[in-house]
């Protein structure tokens, strides 16, 4: 029997190498995806993010950019000409320990359209350190990713829809990060900085 087997692969050589080589391939590249995940440690800091909201007639007519300075997060807020449509912008904050992705509160004051600007420090964030960096201390950057999300029957009638995220990466591992419900929060999505007070294992 043995010696069959061993006659049967000498004369199908290449019949085998075309079954196996195919194989080998895909789990030479599942390996060398999975290996990023077991050397690689999972992300060691916060992550403050900037995004749009839906526009609310009731909310205050103007528009709100964060920037860090001194370490402190800060929101300038600038009044809107009364035919303008600003997107409420909300500041959201990932947290490493949890993979979680909340609000963070602060106050927009109702500017009058002569009113100047102006800047308000998020005192939710008091105490915490921020660094407004494209890359975390561990090595962390902050890449786009883009995927469809209408399935087969999308495809197949042309009723694609792309959904657009953000995710984690470092050294081929990729954490994506997941918005608690992409009904409330729009494109762009842009970091804002690392907290990195008491963060960093």
């Keep these: 029997m043995a010696q069959g087997g061993r006659r049967?692969?000498?004369?199908?050589?290449?019949?085998v190498a075309a079954v196996a080589l195919p194989v080998i391939v895909v789990a030479f590249f599942l390996l060398a995806s999975a290996v990023p995940?077991?050397?690689?440690?999972?992300?060691a800091y916060d992550l403050l993010l900037r995004a749009a909201r839906p526009y609310d007639q009731g909310r205050p007519?103007?528009?709100v950019e964060f920037k860090v300075r001194d370490g402190r997060v800060e929101a300038?807020?600038?009044?809107?000409a009364a035919a303008a449509y600003p997107q409420p912008a909300t500041l959201?904050?990932?947290e490493h320990e949890t993979m979680n992705v909340r609000e963070v509160p602060f106050d927009v004051p109702d500017l009058a359209e002569s009113d100047p600007p102006r800047t308000i420090v998020i005192e939710a964030l008091a105490g915490r350190q921020v660094l407004a960096q494209t890359q975390a201390p561990d090595g962390y950057v902050v890449e786009p990713r883009t995927h469809r999300g209408s399935g087969i029957v999308g495809d197949l009638f042309g009723m694609n829809r792309y959904d657009y995220g953000l995710a984690l990466v470092n050294?081929?591992?990729?954490?994506?990060i997941t918005l608690a419900s992409t009904d409330h929060y729009y494109s762009p999505v842009s970091a804002v900085g690392w907290v990195v007070d008491g963060g960093g294992r």
Excluded: H, I, Q
């Excluded at 995940?37 to 992300?43: D, F, G, I, S, T």
């Design 37 to 43: 995940r077991w050397l690689v440690p999972p992300p």
């Design 76 to 80: 300038v807020v600038r009044p809107v």
């Design 61 to 63: 007519r103007v528009s």
């Design 171 to 176: 050294k081929g591992r990729v954490v994506p």
């Design 8 to 15: 049967f692969l000498r004369d199908n050589a290449f019949l």
């Design 92 to 94: 959201l904050l990932f």
